[in-house]
C-alpha cells in the first residue's frame, strides 16, 4: 500500500500524475483508501463543537484528496484509453462514488452545521461567502433537508443510476465499434483524400482484418466522411449503421437502461415535490426553469427548420443535375458541398491540406492564446503522460512565470470513446497551492507513419473549441477547489470554448497558421471571404439537427412518470415532430440510444445548454470585434472579469461584469441565418 501513487501527492511538475508508476492495480485499492479517509476527514468535522467557516466549509474543501487524484487520473484514462479491465473498475466504483458522495451530501448532521453557519451570517469575503452559498444549496439539491424515508429513496436512486450511466457507455461503446463499416474494394471510398484512405487501412489492420478498409462509427448521426464519398451504397450503410447504435436488440442494445434512468430521474424530481428532472436540474442553472429554454428554444426553431428546407431545394436542384433521387438523410452532406461549391466556389476539402495539425495548434491556437492572453507553450516530452499520444505542453504567462500544463492527447483509437473533450487531472487553487494540469481529447483519424495530420475545417473548429475549454482551466485563478476553472453553471460551460472559436479566421491567426503544408502558400483570400460570405450556409441543418437532440433530451426529462412510454422510437417521433423538426433529410444530432450527454455523460436536460451559451458567446464575439479585436488589452479584460474566476461567482454576474450588460440575442439569430 505504501508504494500506491495515489496516496501522496505528486512530486512531478506541476503535481503531473506519476503515470509511469501508476499500474490498474492502483486504482481500486487508492479508490477505497480514498473513500474512508474523507469519510474520516467529515466525521471529524462533525466532531467539533464550534461551527466556523474555517473548521467546516474550508475543511470540507481540503478533504478527500486521496479520492480526486484517483479519479482525475482513473476518469481520464476510462475516456481516452480503456480497456476491459479499466470497464470493470469503472463498473464497480461507479455505484459506490455515488453512494459515498451521498454519505456526505445527504448527512442530516453536515446539513445541520452548515445551516446554522449560513444562519450565523459570518463575515466572510466575496468568494468565501459565495463558496458558503454553494455549499448550502448543493446539499440541499442533493436532499439533505428531505425526511429519513426520503433521503434513504435518492441514495439507492442515485446509486442505480450510476451504475446505469456505465452500463450505457459500455453498451454504446461496444455497439460503435461493432459497427464498424468494412469496405472490400479501395475504389468504394472513391472521394476521400489518399491520406483518408490510408487512415481506413491503418483502422482496419488496427483491428486485425487485412484487405479491407475500415469506417468506424462516430458518437453523433453525420459521419465526417459522408461528406465526400462518391460511392452513394456506401454512405447509406454509413448513415444507417450511424442511425442504429444502441438500437439493435443485441447484447448492446441502450434502449432498457435509458428508460430505467428516465423513470429513476423522474421519481427523484418527485421526492423534492417538483414535476419533473428538467425541473430539478435546471432549479440550480442560469436558466432557472425549462418554461425559459422552450421558451428561447421556440423562438428558433421554425426559422431553422425553415431554412433547412430552403437548403434542402437547393441540394435537390444538384442532384437532379447528377441522378435520379431523393433526397435521403446519406445525401445531405455530400451534395451541400455540391451546393456550396457552386454557389460560393467553395471546396472545402481542398482545404486541408491548409490545415495541418501542428500548424494549427501551435501557430494558430496556441499563437492566438499568446495575443491574447500572453500565453506561450513549450512542448515537454520528457514528461510522461498516460499514453504515448498524449503529449504535454508547459504553459507560461507574459512575465515568464508558469501557468500549469496543457495535454493534447489528438488521435482516435478503438480504446477511445468517441467526440472531444477537455479533463482536469489537477485543478487549480490557491487554498492548496495547485496549478492546473488539464487534457483536450479529439478523435482525429491517424495518418501512416510520416504523413502530416490534416484536418478538416470541422476539426480545426473542434481544436479551437476545446482548446477554450484547455483555457478556462489553465487560466483559473480562484482561491477555492469547488470554483476551479470549469467548475461553473452547466449551461454557462460552453461559453469559453464558444468564444474560443471566433479567432479560426481571424486575419492575423489565420495568416500565421493556414498554410498549404507543403509549399507553405496562405489559404487562399478569395477562400476565406467565401467562407466568410457562407457563414450562414448550411446553418438550417445544423440548427435543425441539434434541436431536435436538444428537444429530445427535454422531453425525456420532462415526464413525470414512464407510464405513458412505450417504445423509445415512437417516444422519440413524437416529441421531434411535436416541435415541428421532423424532416427525414435532416436527422437528429444524436438518438436517444446513442446520447451519451444525456444518458452517460451528466448533460441531462442540459443540451440546450450549448445554444444557451452561444447567445453570450455571440453576443462576446460582437464586444470583441468592436473593441479592435485580438489584443492583449481585450484579453486581460476577459481574463480578468471572466476566464479566471471560474465558479468563484454568479456567471450572470460574471458576464455582465465583462459586457456591461445583460446578453443580447441578436448576434446569435443573426449568426445563424434566423433572422
Ligand atoms: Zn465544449
Not at 78 to 104: F, Y
Not at 270 to 299: I, W
Not at 628 to 645: A, K, P, Q, W
Request: a negative charge; hydrophobic letters at 35%.
Amino acid at each position: 500500500m505504501s508504494k500506491n501513487p495515489f496516496l501522496t501527492r505528486s512530486t512531478l511538475p506541476y503535481e503531473t500524475p506519476p503515470f509511469a508508476e501508476i499500474t490498474e492495480e492502483h486504482y481500486l485499492k487508492a479508490f477505497y483508501a480514498g473513500t474512508s479517509e474523507q469519510l474520516a476527514e467529515v466525521e471529524s468535522i462533525l466532531a467539533t463543537e464550534e461551527v466556523t467557516f474555517e473548521n467546516t466549509i474550508v475543511a470540507l474543501e481540503k478533504s478527500g484528496q486521496t479520492l480526486n487524484r484517483v479519479l482525475n487520473v482513473f476518469y481520464n484514462k476510462s475516456s481516452s484509453d480503456t480497456n476491459n479491465r479499466i470497464d470493470e473498475i469503472e463498473a464497480e466504483i461507479a455505484p459506490k462514488l455515488a453512494a459515498h458522495s451521498d454519505a456526505i451530501r445527504l448527512n442530516p448532521a453536515l446539513f445541520a452545521r452548515i445551516k446554522k453557519l449560513v444562519e450565523s451570517n459570518p463575515s466572510l469575503d466575496e468568494e468565501s461567502a459565495w463558496l458558503l452559498k454553494r455549499y448550502y444549496k448543493d446539499l440541499l439539491q442533493a436532499g439533505a433537508a428531505l425526511d429519513e424515508i426520503a433521503r434513504e429513496k435518492v441514495k439507492k436512486i442515485n446509486e442505480e443510476l450510476s451504475s446505469l450511466e456505465t452500463q450505457f457507455s459500455k453498451n454504446l461503446l461496444a455497439d460503435t465499434n461493432d459497427l464498424a463499416v468494412f469496405v472490400d474494394d479501395e475504389k468504394e471510398l472513391d472521394g476521400l483524400s489518399t491520406n483518408g484512405i490510408a487512415a481506413c487501412k491503418a483502422a482496419a489492420q488496427a483491428r486485425g482484418v487485412e484487405d479491407k478498409w475500415m469506417i468506424g462509427m462516430v458518437n453523433f448521426t453525420g459521419h465526417p466522411n459522408l461528406a465526400s464519398l462518391k460511392n452513394r451504397a456506401l454512405r447509406e450503410r454509413i448513415m444507417r449503421n450511424s442511425l442504429i447504435k444502441g438500437l439493435r436488440g443485441n447484447g448492446f442494445d441502450t434502449r432498457k437502461v435509458l428508460l430505467r434512468m428516465a423513470e429513476l430521474r423522474a421519481e427523484r424530481a418527485k421526492l423534492f415535490g417538483l414535476n419533473s428532472h428538467a425541473e430539478y436540474v435546471l432549479q440550480e442553472q442560469t436558466a432557472s426553469h425549462p418554461d425559459r429554454v422552450h421558451e428561447m428554444l421556440r423562438k428558433i426553431a421554425p426559422a431553422a427548420v425553415a431554412n433547412a428546407r430552403r437548403e434542402a431545394s437547393e441540394i435537390e436542384k444538384v442532384i437532379s443535375q447528377n441522378g435520379k433521387h431523393e433526397l435521403a438523410s446519406w445525401d445531405w452532406l455530400y451534395y451541400t458541398e455540391k451546393v456550396r461549391v457552386e454557389k460560393y466556389e467553395l471546396d472545402t476539402t481542398a482545404m486541408r491540406p491548409y490545415f495541418e495539425l501542428e500548424s494549427v495548434l501551435k501557430k494558430g491556437v496556441f499563437f492566438a492564446a499568446e495575443k491574447l492572453y500572453g500565453m506561450t507553450f513549450k512542448e515537454r516530452p520528457d514528461l510522461v503522460t498516460y499514453h504515448p499520444e498524449a503529449r504535454a505542453f508547459e504553459v507560461f504567462n507574459e512575465d515568464g512565470s508558469s501557468i500549469g500544463l496543457y495535454i493534447g492527447d489528438y488521435y482516435t483509437r478503438d480504446s477511445k470513446r468517441g467526440g472531444a473533450w477537455m479533463n482536469s487531472l489537477v485543478d487549480q487553487n490557491h487554498l492548496m497551492g495547485q496549478k492546473p494540469v488539464v487534457v483536450n481529447n479529439m478523435n482525429i483519424p491517424k495518418p501512416p507513419a510520416g504523413e502530416p495530420t490534416l484536418l478538416t475545417y470541422d476539426e480545426t473548429t473542434t481544436l479551437f473549441h476545446e482548446f477554450g475549454h484547455a483555457i478556462h482551466g489553465l487560466l483559473s485563478n480562484v482561491k477555492y477547489p469547488r470554483f476551479s476553472g470549469t467548475s461553473v453553471q452547466r449551461d454557462f460551460v460552453e461559453f469559453p470554448s464558444q468564444v474560443n472559436e471566433m479567432w479560426i479566421l481571424w486575419p492575423e491567426v489565420l495568416d500565421n497558421y493556414a498554410r498549404h503544408y507543403q509549399t507553405g502558400e496562405r489559404l487562399p483570400q478569395a477562400w476565406v471571404d467565401k467562407l466568410n460570405e457562407s457563414s450562414t450556409f448550411n446553418e438550417g441543418y445544423a440548427t435543425t439537427s441539434y434541436l431536435a437532440a436538444a428537444v429530445l433530451d427535454l422531453a425525456w426529462h420532462s415526464l413525470s412518470d414512464l407510464s405513458e412510454v412505450n417504445d423509445v422510437e415512437e417516444f422519440e417521433r413524437k416529441a421531434i415532430t411535436d416541435y415541428g423538426l421532423d424532416f427525414a433529410p435532416v436527422p437528429t444530432r444524436y438518438r436517444s440510444t446513442y446520447f451519451s450527454h444525456i444518458f452517460a455523460g451528466g448533460y441531462s436536460a442540459g443540451y440546450y445548454g450549448y445554444i444557451w451559451s452561444e447567445v453570450l458567446d455571440a453576443d462576446t464575439v460582437e464586444w470583441f470585434k468592436s473593441n479592435g479585436g485580438l489584443t492583449r488589452s481585450n484579453g486581460d479584460h476577459f481574463r480578468n472579469s471572466l476566464m479566471s474566476r471560474g465558479g468563484s461567482l454568479d456567471s450572470m454576474q460574471m458576464f455582465r461584469n465583462f459586457r456591461g450588460r445583460d446578453a443580447d440575442i441578436e448576434p446569435l439569430l443573426r449568426r445563424r441565418g434566423l433572422k
